[in-house]
């Protein structure tokens, strides 16, 4: 059975910092692409970044230059260090995995963790 366990949310003042860990079990890591989406109050979900296999990243716009994805294969665990945060990133941030090879879109996922509430204060 596989698992993705989001951790580190939380409130913090504009910007501060946090850092997410997403844990997975249940499925062999390497074979994944692993990322991060989010969703706000009233609003659908979207992407903010992802890790391939190789460690290669990609991010939202939104989050460029203050957000940091990482994997560390060792512990089947990805970070995302979020820093400069705003009140617009408050959200749900839900970790997600794919198999590699495939795109990393909401549509395709084929996992996902059941969330960890951000809040940043203004």
């Known amino acids: 059975q596989v698992q993705l366990v989001e951790s580190g949310g939380g409130l913090v003042q504009a910007g501060g910092s946090l850092r997410l860990s997403c844990a997975a079990s249940g499925l062999t890591f390497s074979r994944y692409a692993m990322g991060w989406f989010r969703q706000a109050p009233g609003q659908e979900r979207e992407f903010v970044a992802a890790?391939?296999?190789?460690?290669?990243?990609t991010y939202a716009d939104s989050v460029k230059g203050r957000f940091t994805i990482s994997r560390d294969d060792g512990k089947n665990t990805i970070y995302v260090q979020m820093n400069s945060l705003k009140p617009a990133d408050t959200a749900v941030y839900y970790c997600?995995?794919?198999?590699?090879?495939?795109?990393?879109?909401?549509?395709?996922?084929?996992?996902w963790g059941k969330g960890t509430l951000v809040t940043v204060s203004a």
């Open positions: 997600a995995a794919v198999r590699n090879g495939r795109n990393f879109v909401m549509s395709g996922m084929d996992y």
């Open positions: 890790v391939s296999w190789s460690g290669g990243s």
